[in-house]
Nanobody, 115 residues
Framework: QVHLVESGGGLVQPGGSLRLSCVAS????????MGWYRQAPGKQRELVAD???????YYTDPKKRQFTISRDNAENTVYLQMNNLKPEDTGVYYC?????????WGQGTQVTVSS
């Protein structure tokens, strides 16, 4: 069993930055593929970025270069650095931990980009 707790969300002006963190309890964090998903108001949850157990990152929209995902296996933590935020980045950001057999979600952290 893995328990995920996200933090770092909030209200930010367009063009601003936020760094989201997700701390995982339980063992074997380094075996999980970790991901960040966003659910915008009225829309389905969608993948923003994920990072494999070996540290390989994948971005849904790499051209934007807005987001950087990283992980610290010693601290059981995955991060999402978000730069140049836009109103369309608003939503609840969820942390996900997955293996081929298991899938865990955090409770989410709200990010609101507004002037």
């Amino acid at each position: 069993q893995v328990h995920l707790v996200e933090s770092g969300g909030g209200l930010v002006q367009p063009g601003g930055s936020l760094r989201l963190s997700c701390v995982a309890s339980g063992s074997a964090f380094n075996t999980y593929n970790m991901g960040w998903y966003r659910q915008a108001p009225g829309k389905q949850r969608e993948l923003v970025a994920d990072i494999s157990s070996t540290g390989i990152a994948y971005y849904t929209d790499p051209k934007k270069r807005q987001f950087t995902i990283s992980r610290d296996n010693a601290e059981n933590t995955v991060y999402l650095q978000m730069n140049n935020l836009k109103p369309e980045d608003t939503g609840v950001y969820y942390c996900n931990a997955a293996t081929p057999q298991l899938n865990y979600w955090g409770q989410g952290t709200q990010v609101t980009v507004s002037s």
